[in-house]
């Protein structure tokens, strides 16, 4: 079974624009997560999607935004971009994303450089 | 706000010895996540956690929950290089949304 898969893996941009990353879940895998990891934060959540809703939300501002199709894929979105965005975005898959009793499987990340 | 802290932050140590690190939060948690995390991959989920006291074994590595359910604790017998990583632990507040602790980067000396 392939694993999760992100595109692209590495992206530069310049300060105001725009940007949209995209992951493809396990295949069966309803439910998308997206966390944001850089050296001074960690890993942070941003938000998780399941069955085409926004289920859950983290403290990110309006310009993080994301959405998911009818296939599962996933596409988030950062608008009027920041140094402070410059970081690794992971996302994971998982069947329901009831993080008590399921697995969470990452992708291997977008590495987002801001300049 | 829930907060996970992760001790030590950086811990380097020869091949063979022992190691334990460590997860704590001022709040209770209902179930708790370590992951490893390699350069350029994502992290992988190494065990979970969610009974109060308990302990789950994986090969080399002991995974304990606190009975309070406000920590964890990660051992590793006889280190190899191939653990080397970032560990991770996340844990379940009962919002359904992984909070991740600060993490450990493990080092092991050849």
Redesign the interface.
């Known amino acids: 079974k392939a694993g999760v898969t992100q595109t692209p893996r590495y992206l530069i941009k310049t300060r105001g624009q725009q940007v949209t990353l995209s992951c493809s879940p396990i295949s069966g895998h309803r439910s998308v997560s997206w966390y944001q990891q850089t050296p001074g934060q960690g890993l942070q959540f941003l938000f998780e999607y399941f069955s085409e809703t926004q289920r859950n939300k983290g403290n990110f501002p309006g310009r993080f935004s994301g959405r998911q199709f009818s296939n599962s894929r996933s596409e988030m979105n950062v608008s009027t971009l920041e140094l402070g965005d410059s970081a690794l975005y992971l996302c994971a898959s998982s069947v329901t994303a009831r993080t008590r009793t399921d697995t969470q499987y990452f992708g291997p990340g977008t590495r987002l450089t801001v300049l | 706000t829930q907060l996970l802290k992760q001790s030590p932050q950086f811990l380097s140590i020869q091949e063979g010895e022992n190691l334990t690190v460590y997860c704590n939060s001022s709040s209770v948690f209902?179930?708790l996540?370590w992951y490893r995390q390699e350069p350029?991959?994502?992290?992988?989920?190494l065990v979970?956690v969610?009974t109060g006291g308990e302990v789950k074994k994986l090969k080399r590595l002991t995974f304990q929950f606190g009975d309070a359910r406000k920590d964890s604790s990660l051992h590793i017998t006889a280190a190899q290089p191939g653990d080397t990583g970032l560990y991770?632990c996340?844990a379940?507040f009962g919002?359904?949304?992984?909070?991740?602790?600060?993490?450990t980067r493990l080092t092991i000396i050849p």
């Open positions: 209902s179930s996540q350029g991959e994502g992290p992988v989920l979970t969610v991770l996340a379940n919002n359904e949304k992984l909070t991740f602790g600060t993490g």
